[in-house]
């Protein structure tokens, strides 16, 4: 039985994120030389694994509400390619989501 909601809460994140990315790609135009983007990596890595990928390509400085959603920056450029064979499923502009451009801190203290 626990097999076949986890299938389901990962149909219903699938959904979602096609859903989110019908909305966000026409209107979150993300420059190729964007510094900072949101990004959305596998729901089905663990959360260690996503920080990882974020982190060996810039710094991590935020977290959406969803699973696997990242805020980061890099100084250099090439940010977004670079996530991208990380394995981000989707990159876009953080302020293109609502919440996600907010400052949510990493930090539990």
């Given amino acids: 039985m626990a097999h076949w ?3 389901a809460a990962t149909v219903a994140f699938s959904l979602a994120l096609t859903s ?3 909305f966000v790609g ?4 993300l420059r190729p030389d964007a510094q900072t983007v949101a990004v959305i990596f596998p729901p089905w890595w ?4 996503a920080l990882a990928a974020a982190a060996q390509n810039g710094r ?5 509400a969803a699973p696997g959603l990242l805020i980061v920056h890099a100084d250099a450029p090439g940010l977004a390619i670079a996530l991208r064979r990380a394995g981000a499923l989707l990159i876009f502009n953080p302020l293109a989501a609502g919440g996600c451009g907010r400052d ?3 930090s539990h203290g």
């Fill in 5 to 7: 909601s986890s299938v």
């Fill in 20 to 22: 989110l990315g019908l």
């Fill in 26 to 29: 026409p209107t979150a135009s």
């Fill in 46 to 49: 663990p959360p260690s694994a």
């Fill in 60 to 64: 991590i400085i935020g977290a959406g």
């Fill in 104 to 106: 949510r801190s990493l």
